[in-house]
């Protein structure tokens, strides 16, 4: 099985930035697609972006796209969430999520990844 750890969120002013970290362990990282979703209280897990196998492209929600950013570094088995000119409707818990293989037109489902990270909250407020 795979573990995931998400780290890195925090409190952060509307324009600020974060930089969420997502640790692998238990599997070949280069062969997952890696996820980013969001929830906030209330709300269904939300879709952000995604980085594809073998680290050959990105996917981003259109919600934040240009702003969001997704980059892998396989020597750590982490995969991380650049997140810029974050804005109050960004608030919520950020989860990490990974699958052998999803076919594109469910890659944005949350149904459809086996494995989870426990999320790291992030909250963006004045």
């Known amino acids: 099985q795979v573990q995931l750890v998400e780290s890195g969120g925090g409190l952060v002013q509307p324009g600020g930035s974060l930089r969420l970290s997502c640790e692998a362990s238990?599997?070949?990282?280069?062969?997952?697609?890696m996820a980013w979703f969001r929830q906030a209280p209330g709300k269904d897990r939300e879709f952000v972006g995604l980085?594809?196998?073998?680290?050959?492209?990105?996917t981003y929600a259109d919600s934040v796209k240009g702003r969001f950013t997704i980059t892998r570094d396989s020597a750590k088995n982490t995969v991380y969430l650049q997140m810029n000119s974050l804005q109050p409707e960004d608030t919520g818990v950020y989860y990490c999520?990974?699958?052998?293989?999803?076919?594109?037109?469910?890659?944005?489902?949350?149904?459809?990844?086996?494995?989870w990270g426990q999320g790291t909250q992030v909250t963006v407020t004045s």
């Open positions: 980085s594809r196998r073998f680290n050959s492209g990105t």
């Open positions: 238990g599997g070949s990282f280069g062969s997952y697609v």
């Open positions: 999520a990974a699958d052998r293989q999803i076919i594109t037109s469910s890659s944005r489902r949350a149904d459809q990844y086996d494995y």
